[in-house]
């Protein structure tokens, strides 16, 4: 499920790891169907991963009943009690350790992962409301990103993710001259606003086509083209983005050589 002819620039990444060493995997997943098919690609995102090796740690966000809303209760203290900054508030909680302690058990996870995988639908070109506020509450100022420490400088720099969704249209809806333009522009917020704005290695999604329309003999071949994605999480393209040592410290373009 390759769409390299929809996308923006990717560039090919070395294998990540020394050889005998351990990784960890995070799967991050968002369905309110527990026998939909985002359910079972995260658990092949499991089953494949252990088998590869990977350590793997699974955050299924509606069966724990995960809070999307980014509010001061996030804060049992609070730096400024008049106003509410919420970054800033982030900042000194993870510093205090007094941030909420839903929040501090998924940043341990994330910052212990060396893969991110997120399994989800997509919604209205974007993410599910539950996964957004995932976003919002876990990706801590300060930790992630924090003044020019975004894109190659970010806080989660090393580390990989893997978009993996489903989405009811067809591939030929999708494209320079297609009827929703390019896929990668639907998705930029995800990919380069999120998560390579925050320092990790954006690899190429896969994405699971026309799902809720097709027979259940498709539904199965594009599950055992999902394993082999996994299996071939070393090859695949990451997204390609301008370093920051191209610009100098008011991020105007440095004259090229």
């Keep these: 499920m390759h769409w390299k002819g929809q996308t923006p620039q990717w560039r090919s ?5 020394r050889a005998g060493e351990v990784k960890t995997a995070l799967i991050l997943s968002s369905t309110p169907e527990p026998k939909s098919f985002v359910a079972g690609m995260a658990a092949t995102s499991q089953r494949v991963l252990a088998e590869e090796g990977y350590e793997v740690i699974h955050s299924d966000l509606n069966a724990v009943g995960w809070n999307p809303v980014a509010s001061a209760s ?58 957004k506020g995932w976003f919002d509450r876990v ?32 591939p030929h ?16 917020p995800l990919l380069r606003g999120t998560l390579a704005y925050t320092g990790m290695d954006v690899l190429e999604p896969f994405m699971a086509w026309h799902v809720p329309y097709i027979s259940q003999k498709a539904r199965e071949k ?12 070393n090859t695949r393209d990451c997204l390609k983005l301008p370093s920051l040592e191209a610009f100098d410290k008011a991020l105007y373009p440095l004259p090229r050589a």
């Design 173 to 188: 809806m999708f494209g320079r001259d297609a009827i929703h333009g390019p896929i990668s522009e639907m998705l930029s």
């Design 74 to 131: 996030d804060f049992p203290e609070r730096n400024n009690d008049d106003y509410l900054v919420y970054a800033l508030e982030q900042r000194a909680g993870v510093a205090k350790g007094t941030i909420s302690p839903d929040i501090l058990i998924e940043l341990e996870k994330l910052m212990k992962c060396d893969l991110l995988v997120l399994n989800f639908p997509i919604y209205w070109f974007s993410v599910p409301a539950i996964l």
């Design 222 to 233: 594009i599950m055992i083209q999902y394993a082999q994605c996994l299996r071939d999480i």
């Design 13 to 17: 990444v070395q294998p990540f790891g």
């Design 139 to 170: 990706l801590v100022s300060g930790t992630c990103y924090g003044g020019t420490r975004f894109y190659d400088r970010g806080g989660l720099r090393g580390k990989r993710a893997l978009v993996a969704a489903t989405i009811g249209g067809q």
